[in-house]
């Protein structure tokens, strides 16, 4: 059978778990201090480097597409004995790579917003780990539980998981 104690421990970390998904922060359980801001912001730039690396290789893959297709393009206007120099030729191929520039600037731009968006992430974590934002003492469990603030910020924050609140 478990103790009251160890009840209590096991509850403090799901209400802990519960609020860390709102955001880390510095819970206190007992006597031990946990802070995950610091891995928060490396899994942050991490994901800020995948997305700008995802960004390079779709417009290198766009690049390629564009390449294949102008090299096609040319070959068939030169097996029709049709001039690149002027004319319809090469306003075809003028607008073909013009098309390919804005596709790859808008993937450019995608990686850049989802990177960027991990770099504000990660310099919100870094920022929590020199400012605790929230701590939560808890000596008795029973008393916790019989707390009103604790119960209503509780159920708050499990109705945010959810989007209800």
């Given at each position: 059978m478990c103790s009251v104690a160890g009840v209590g421990a096991l509850l403090a970390v799901a209400a802990s778990a519960v609020s860390s998904n709102q955001g880390s922060a510095k819970v206190k359980?007992?006597?031990?201090?946990?802070n995950t801001a610091p891995v928060d912001a490396?899994?942050?730039?991490?994901?800020?480097?995948?997305?700008?690396?995802?960004?390079?290789?779709?417009?290198n893959a766009e690049r390629r597409k564009y390449l294949q297709s102008e090299g096609r393009t040319q070959s068939?206007?030169?097996?029709?004995?049709?001039?690149l120099a002027s004319g319809s030729a090469l306003?075809?191929?003028?607008?073909?790579?013009a098309y390919a520039q804005d596709a790859m600037n808008d993937i450019q731009y995608e990686s850049e917003m989802k990177a960027w968006e991990y770099d504000v992430d990660r310099?919100?974590?870094e920022a929590r780990s020199f400012t605790s934002s929230r701590t939560s003492t808890q000596d008795s469990w029973s008393d916790t539980l019989?707390?009103?603030?604790?119960?209503?910020?509780?159920?708050?924050?499990?109705?945010?998981?959810?989007?209800?609140?």
């Open positions: 359980i007992s006597r031990s201090a946990v490396y899994a942050a730039q991490q994901r800020a480097n995948h997305a700008r690396a995802e960004g390079d290789r779709k417009m068939v206007f030169a097996a029709n004995n049709v001039s306003d075809l191929l003028v607008n073909n790579r310099a919100k974590a019989t707390n009103p603030l604790f119960v209503i910020q509780s159920a708050q924050k499990g109705l945010s998981l959810f989007g209800k609140g």
